[in-house]
């Protein structure tokens, strides 16, 4: 008997002995590999920067030595990157105005963080009453999406308490003007627990940035003026170990469903896609 059959003969046993409840088995294994099946797969008007497969389209870090890989349909990192520049993932497409699709989780956060600030609405940060900055120690890693090609416009994914979605390069620039720093400071704090995922849906129109986590407004628009026109979007490194434990919040991230939609910009034009 060839290895075909023999596989029939065991599923036929299989069903057989499930008896009524095989149905309700099968019909649980088939809507599970459905589910996998629509992952990555872009909903009407969007393109999937992410194919589920490979990271074609992204640019590897020289000298990775394999740490941005695909795992189970997603992009997933281990914040080990032996790259000796920029350890972040690139892509190669260059996008003007846009809205993107990310779905993220943290894998886990094994660093205890001793600095995590109590950040206010205003985006500032909690003093007691001598003035000392109020520290949180609170386990945590750390990512983010790079918008139009620098780490300055990060839209952050982490542990802190004021929750991801953050634009943590425009908040703490002193040279940040109050009103701005409080709108990229996020609204509520929308995560999901570590080790679930997550939904950011990101709209950038013009100098604009407005971030939805799973379904909640957290920057609900932020006018950043010095905002470049267009750029790379990437997922950012961060952390990394020495003698053997985290020295940081490490980038311990997997991405999947990464769709983008052009927007037509101001004028009616849409905007320039270039690649390279």
């Known amino acids: 008997m060839d290895d075909a059959a023999t596989f029939t003969r065991t599923i036929k046993i ?15 294994l088939s809507l599970s590999t459905a589910a996998r099946a629509a992952d990555n797969e ?11 497969r490979d990271l074609s389209g992204w640019k590897v870090p ?18 080990q990157s032996e790259a000796r520049g920029d350890k972040s993932l690139w892509l190669e497409r260059e996008f003007g105005d846009f809205e993107l699709h990310v779905d993220w989780r943290i894998k886990e956060a094994p660093y205890t963080n001793p600095n995590v600030p109590y950040i206010l609405p205003d985006g500032t940060h909690a003093r007691d009453i001598h003035g000392k900055e109020l520290k949180l120690a609170l386990p ?4 983010g999406i790079y918008l139009r090609g620098s780490g300055n416009y ?31 400071t996020p609204r509520m704090q929308a995560d999901n627990p570590v080790g679930q995922w997550n939904r950011f ?14 379904g909640k407004v957290v920057i609900p628009g932020a006018q950043i003026p010095d905002l470049p026109a267009r750029g790379h979007l990437a ?9 053997g434990q985290w020295a940081g919040p490490p980038s311990l991230l997997q991405y999947k469903n990464i769709f983008i939609k052009e927007l037509p910009a101001e004028g009616g034009r849409r905007s320039v896609v270039r690649t390279g």
């Open 14 to 28: 299989w069903v057989r002995s499930l008896g009524r409840h095989a149905t309700a088995v099968l019909l649980v």
């Open 42 to 52: 872009p909903p009407p008007g969007f393109t999937a920067l992410f194919n589920g």
């Open 62 to 79: 020289e000298g990775d030595g394999g740490h941005w890989k695909v795992v189970d349909g997603a992009i997933d990192y281990d914040a």
């Open 140 to 143: 945590d890693a750390d990512s």
């Open 154 to 184: 990060q839209v952050n994914i982490w542990c802190w308490p004021i929750g991801s979605g953050e634009m943590y390069g425009i908040r703490t620039n002193p040279s940040t003007a109050a009103e701005l720093r409080a709108a990229v």
């Open 201 to 214: 849906e990101i709209t950038v129109r013009g100098n604009t940035v407005r971030t939805v986590l799973n």
């Open 235 to 243: 997922l950012q490194h961060h952390g990394g170990k020495r003698n």
